[in-house]
């Protein structure tokens, strides 16, 4: 393995130095070409898909309740039947790449500004991963624009899958992180691999981070093992040795990510049987040949495919390299180990680190990973990541690796420092530059079309729409209801969910999201013994008072379940058509009921038995009201917010045990004849706890890259110069330096 260059002030001039910041203006104006489709910054065009606003809710949620509140509620109470407004699986509060653009610019135009610095971000990373492995120019910024241009990137966002797309970017960041730890360099990889891959837990999808792990692992097994020689008497004696040190800071990098992302992944794991399971598909199984040729396919018109389900296309589009490229690489591979008469000399182990992770995740994401199958059995929660082709956006990326080491020994063998100008039968001077010249030049040529194709299917699609505009008509109805009611709590139920963000802004609760992802499920009731929370499969009477018309339902559906339609809520958009079916007989939003009563029905509740509470005051995080108690009964008081761990409630300000009743927040008021106010807040003390251990961990990591540990005299005396890289040295204490090369000159045989 090639030992790490010092970071010394000579390093950080090559990176101001003109040529690398034209490579630089390169991969910029590539990242705005290839999402240029993206850039029409009309406030009224957000990204198309029909999951795209529900997962981009946070973007909206921050824009607007921070500048009208001064702060951000911890419960969105407007989707489904309340949710964690930070610390779900979808939030992406906490990253600052996908949040402050929307802050600042709107959550539409804020969403799009984040996919142009996204992919920006994702080339600067295939730049950084190239310069760590050494490569040239050529192969290192065919990796930079390859990453911009992966198929994985774009194909996720035509269905609105932005988080999908917002991790990859990380992704190059994450494993050159981890490759600078296994060649020896000290703080800012461990450091990079941290912030990176807590980014990937902070971008709205908790799918990538176990693979990752897996990836990281297969990677670092190839860099901390090697085959060591030693000379003795009898001869050459080699041995296997493990560099310890190396595989313990990857191990701390891993750590330290958790701990900086405690903020969310603390609640959520303690929350675990309390978010909906999706089971893996058994029919997500895929003709494994035929996924690995998709990586050099880049036609998107796939409606006959037979090699995975149909209607997934998008999920195993990988396209990283033209096929005709990929040959013409392999032919001029040839050409040199012929003029070498032996293997070139590639970087062996990244090499083969990166074709087992390509070959881990072909299997694994065409469903025939014998490996995955057997986690998804023994291992917790394992089950839950469904959809596997998602796994396919890493072996691209390294595809896109292997890729770019050979263009750089193609480069260096046949053109920088050229096999054949050792011949004697080419002699002449001219003939040889001139040879060199066209090698060059063919070879530039061949990749910059390669590259281009690639970044080119950043403005094809399927057929539908990159932006569109909000549903005119839904946004008309919910609007028209809010106009109706300007005071009540409304809820209205509907199984479409492309709209959310007019529910949130005219505070109407979004009733059902039929997505297969993520619901939340409440605590155990302990008030009674039936569910009060509707789903798309219960019991009529726990639907609410609206229910959406037009594609959602027809008119037998509504009858079935007890709605009829308003007549005064005309849809304009569809003649005939009503916005609204209305039932009578829903719960209030809040009330109370004699606790005996509710202990004499088990399946469903009657309306009659509750009494709906008037006086009270909602917010998103909390709510107070004003409840009658009796001196001869228990009173049970309830408000129709899930009873998700987090919730707390007093009376008269003083703290009471939170109950569950049918699943909604509520509270058993005191024996007496006199009125008391309740207040449910959500206040989730895992959050907290979370946070404070996410402050702490910045705070350490900051103090780590500024050397505190080395310039405070008593640390000095207690654990000696740099506390951290002593111990590390000490954990592989036989070491013999290897070879050091430039930034940029050709890699080292290993």
């Known amino acids: 393995m090639v030992s790490a260059v010092p970071l010394t002030s000579i390093t950080f001039r090559r990176l101001r130095s003109p040529a690398t910041l034209l490579e630089f203006v390169i991969i910029i104006v590539v990242g705005v070409f290839a999402t240029l489709p993206y850039a029409n910054f009309d406030p009224s065009l957000r990204l198309a898909g029909i999951e795209a606003e529900y997962l981009t809710r946070t973007s909206y949620s921050l824009a607007t309740l921070l500048p009208e509140h001064g702060y951000i509620p911890l419960w969105q109470p407007y989707m489904e039947f309340g949710d964690p407004m930070l ?50 120019m050529l192969a290192r910024m065919l990796l930079a624009v ?40 000290k703080r800012w990889p461990l ?35 090697e085959l060591r ?3 003795t008497e009898n001869g050459v004696h080699r041995r296997l040795h493990i560099q310890w040190s190396r595989l313990f800071a990857v191990s701390v990098s891993l750590v330290v990510t958790l701990c900086l992302s405690a903020v969310t992944m603390l609640p959520l794991f303690s929350k675990r049987d309390n978010i909906g399971a999706s089971l893996i598909q058994e029919d997500f199984r895929a003709n494994a040949l035929g996924i690995f040729g998709l990586l050099f396919n880049g036609i998107k018109d796939r409606s006959e495919e037979i090699l995975y389900p149909r209607g997934y296309s998008y999920s195993y589009y990988s396209y990283v390299s033209p096929l005709w490229y ?77 890729i770019a080491l050979i263009v750089d020994v193609i480069w260096r063998d046949l053109v920088q420092i050229p096999l054949w100008a050792q011949k004697q039968w080419l002699d002449s001077r001219m003939a040889r530059v001139a040879l060199r010249v066209s090698f060059g030049a063919l ?24 932006l569109e505009t909000e549903e005119a008509w839904e946004d008309y109805c919910i609007t028209w209801l809010r106009d109706q009611y300007p005071e009540r709590p409304l809820s209205v139920w509907t199984l479409h969910y492309q709209t959310i963000n007019t529910y949130l802004r005219n505070r109407v609760r979004h009733g059902w999201v039929s997505s297969d992802f993520y619901h939340p499920r409440p605590i155990d009731s302990t008030l009674f013994i039936g569910s009060l929370v509707p789903v798309s499969d219960g019991p009529p009477i726990t639907l609410p008072e609206f229910a959406m018309g037009i594609t959602h339902y027809d008119d037998a559906w509504a009858e079935r379940n007890g709605y009829t339609i308003m007549p005064e ?107 008391h106010v309740v207040a449910f807040q959500y206040l989730p003390r895992r959050f907290f706890t979370g946070a404070i251990i996410t402050l702490i961990t910045v705070a350490v990591l900051i103090l780590y890259l500024l050397r505190v540990d080395r310039r405070l005299p008593r640390l000095r005396l207690r654990f000696g110069s740099g506390a951290l890289d002593g111990y590390l040295a000490r954990l592989d204490p036989v070491q013999t330096p290897d070879a050091v090369q430039p930034p940029n000159a050709a890699p080292i045989e290993e």
């Open 87 to 136: 610390e779900n699986p979808v939030s992406f509060a906490f990253n600052p790449i996908a949040t402050w653009p929307s802050m600042v610019f709107g959550p539409y135009n804020g969403i799009k500004i984040t996919i142009i610095l996204s992919a920006i971000l994702a080339g600067f990373g295939g730049w950084a991963m190239g310069r760590v492995l050494g490569l040239g």
């Open 146 to 185: 390859l990453c911009i241009g992966k198929g994985n990137m774009h194909a996720f966002l035509s269905q609105g899958h932005f988080a999908l797309f917002l991790t990859q970017s990380y992704f190059p960041w994450i494993f050159m992180g981890v490759v600078a730890i296994l060649r020896g360099y």
């Open 191 to 225: 450091v990079l691999v941290v912030i990176s891959f807590a980014l990937v837990f902070w971008s709205g999808i908790p799918w990538y981070p176990p693979a990752l792990v897996l990836m990281i692992g297969i990677l670092t097994l190839f860099g901390v093992i």
């Open 229 to 231: 020689s030693t000379l």
């Open 326 to 402: 990929v040959v013409f690489l392999l032919l001029l591979l040839l050409a040199v180990v012929l003029l070498r008469r032996k293997l070139p000399a590639l970087q062996w182990r990244i090499l083969a680190a990166a074709s087992v992770i390509v070959v881990f995740c072909t299997l694994w994401g065409s469903g025939q990973n014998p490996i995955i199958e057997l986690f998804y059995q023994i291992i917790p929660l394992a089950n839950q990541f469904r959809h596997v082709s998602r796994v396919l956006a890493v072996s691209s990326f390294w595809m896109i690796v292997i």
């Open 443 to 466: 070879l530039l040529l061949a990749s910059v079309t390669a590259a281009f194709d690639v970044v080119r299917q950043w403005h094809l699609t399927w057929g539908e729409a990159i």
């Open 569 to 675: 809520s005309a849809n304009p958009y569809a003649e005939g058509q009503p916005c609204f079916y209305r039932r009578e007989g829903a719960y209030s939003y809040a009330w109370w009921a004699i606790r005996a009563d509710l202990d004499r029905y088990m399946d469903f509740l009657p309306v009659e038995v509750t009494h709906p509470i008037t006086q009270f005051r909602r917010d998103y995080d909390r709510i107070t009201l004003l409840a009658q108690a009796q001196p001869d009964a228990d009173v049970a008081v309830t408000v129709q917010e899930l009873a998700y761990p987090g919730w707390s409630v007093s009376i008269d300000g003083v703290a009471a045990t939170l109950e569950s009743l049918g699943g909604q927040v509520a509270v058993v008021l005191p024996r007496s004849d006199s009125q």
